[in-house]
């Protein structure tokens, strides 16, 4: 066999296994197009055309119509939303509070938030979460002080959780927790802080300075008496 025999006979069995793969290839594409799968954490939605379908469908495979049915999926882990939400203390001091809201798509709302705003987390956040977030912030550090704010920390936090709650859960969509992450003051406000601190930090050592001096006086007083009490004895015993 020639060369030349030798290299057709070679292209034409590689062409044949070409063939075979390209088939296998689309076959797959087109058999993919009749199915969807549904991982645990999400839930799919499906299109009929431009008609969002009533069922929502779980874990699994499910079969679907290509080119006229079109899948959406819900991610139901939960996921974190971070802001900076500016408001004023109820002493009028500027306040920035960094917050931290974990939250998590509610599975029986699924259809009615698609309706409304949709699934996609970043549209959540954009759209729902951010705007009610800065809202339940001012309403909360409204009813403290700046001071009480640091103090009442605990509070704070839950009054915002409870607000952000009754603004978001309609739309479906839990809140699963809230966290203050820290509060930013102006540099008047922290000047004002440090000086109260100190303030206090130098009374403390002055009310300590005058403890010891009472302390110390009353040494010298009971010394002094213990002293008195001595000659007294001594005396008695020399007249005897």
Not at 211 to 240: H, L, M, P, S, W
Request: hydrophobic residues 45%; charged residues 25%.
């Amino acid at each position: 066999m020639s060369i030349i025999d030798k290299i057709q006979t070679f292209f034409s069995f590689f062409g044949k296994w070409v063939t075979y793969i390209l088939i296998l290839f689309f076959g797959y594409l087109v058999l993919s197009s009749f199915y969807f799968v549904v991982a645990p954490s999400e839930r799919g939605l499906k299109m009929t055309l431009w008609t969002l379908n009533e069922t929502v469908y779980s874990e699994g495979i499910h079969w679907k119509i290509p080119f006229i049915e079109t899948i959406k999926f819900a991610d139901l882990h939960i996921d974190r939303a971070d802001w900076d939400a500016r408001s004023a203390s109820k002493d009028l001091q500027n306040v920035e509070t960094k917050i931290s809201v974990n939250y998590q798509i509610n599975e029986s709302s699924i259809l009615n938030l698609f309706r409304t705003i949709g699934v996609d987390h970043v549209r959540l956040e954009e759209t729902l979460l951010w705007p009610a977030i800065q809202e339940s912030v001012k309403s909360a550090t409204a009813k403290y002080t700046a001071e009480e704010l640091i103090t009442k920390r605990e509070q704070v936090r839950s009054d915002i959780d409870l607000a952000l709650k009754e603004k978001i859960v309609k739309y479906g969509v839990n809140i699963v927790q809230v966290n203050i992450v820290n509060f930013e003051f102006s540099n008047s406000f922290d000047a004002s802080i440090e000086a109260k601190v100190k303030a206090e930090q130098d009374a403390l050592a002055q009310k300590n300075k005058l403890e010891q001096v009472k302390y110390e006086a009353q040494q010298q007083i009971e010394r002094a008496k213990a002293e008195a009490e001595t000659i007294r004895i001594q005396a008695e015993a020399i007249q005897k």
